[in-house]
DNA sequence: GTGGTCTAGACCACA
DNA sequence: GTGGTCTAGACCACC
């Protein structure tokens, strides 16, 4: 009854994460416009609240620029990318080798296993 | 219409990752006898047909194996522990590959950014 | 009907100003533990939600700490004191270097006048 | 019992303090006429109403003068101008002493504050 | 109790 | 139309 086993993250955050995503894959391009609150807020089935925290916090952290009476835009600041796009492969890269000590490998043979990785096997059972 | 946003992995499954996990370092050794269900329902804070669907998962899997009135003990089989630490390294490679594609870089420039890393806290293990 | 003339901040960074001014002047010591959300939104006459927010704020700003269960407090952190204490200064002289100047005062009339200031007229009319 | 952080100054005020500054730094000369309450409501985007509470104000602070039919126009008194200049510089200058005093600063640490200050934006006027 | 998140619905300012 | 703020009321996790 405690509880410990959810775990999700908040769904502003996680809408945050998705549209950042989206961005470093460059599925959406800088100074490109976002769905009003309103939309994304149908689009992805939640309250407009909800949507309204996920762009501030985006704003919070200069990843989208806000303009009063016209929308949310994707930064045009090139160096925002960057440093997101830095940032994300730390977090990719820490969790990959938190993962692999796990299984008890050393930082060589974690080397070795994903130099011997070929893609092919993508069925998950 | 509402919910998608919870999607953390079921309980059970959650439970039985942990124990797998357990096995492959060797924190649980071959033929160990696992806490019975009540006790690992008490100890893990679920209920216990939670758990009775984890060791299910589990036996199905071949990692674990039920005696009627004994308990539930990890195979003997270390066959299934080196098929077991694999398929878990393929899987955590793979989704890594998969992450680090997404941010746009090459097969080389994952083992460089990995070669590179070195953790905030070193000392885990 | 364009309104203009209103301008008056958030409630909720009203609210946060507030107690940023209590803590410089020392009315809330460091470490201090702050209302509970609800108390405060009573206190203040605002909604529960609004409280939250000026919390949110203040703590994105590291003037606060809040610890699930137990409270809101002050940061312990002197240093963040300091710099508030400045970052006020700067906005505080600014303002009066801007008022002054707009009365046709040159920076060395301000500070003969303000070196010539007797407090004693209180009375606004 | 629910408003209490709007606050804003009256509108006609606000109004009233543009004017009056504008006297001060000479925008506005003595003896100029001001625009008819009707101009005036247009470009402040206000209602005609509110621009005659204004112009009373005025005009009961010595200010102003109206003349029937012929419209609104600043005093011609120059004593006016001299003593309302130094009445705001008396205002705004008590208004900075008490702020830095709250901030915990004594008279000499104002004054070495003030000569301290380099304004952003230098090049206003 | 505490703070954190979410919904539903409203009003505002800006363009 | 846009984003920004606010209320009312709810449920959750943590202590």
Do not use: C, H, W
């Amino acid at each position: 009854m405690t509880e410990e086993y959810a775990a999700s993250k908040p769904i502003y955050i996680q809408i945050a994460d998705r549209i950042i995503r989206e961005i470093v894959r460059r599925e959406l391009n800088l100074g490109e416009k976002l769905p009003s609150v309103r939309e994304m807020a149908i689009q992805s089935g939640v309250n407009p609240n909800t949507i309204q925290r996920t762009y501030s916090e985006l704003e919070r952290k200069g990843i989208v620029e806000t303009r009063r009476g016209q929308g949310t835009f994707v930064t045009e600041d090139e160096e925002v990318l960057i440093v997101l796009n830095e940032r994300m492969q730390q977090e990719v890269v820490g969790q990959f080798v938190r993962n692999m000590k796990e299984l008890g490998l050393s930082k060589t043979q974690m080397i070795e296993s994903l130099r011997n990785y070929r893609e092919s096997q993508d069925g998950e059972e």
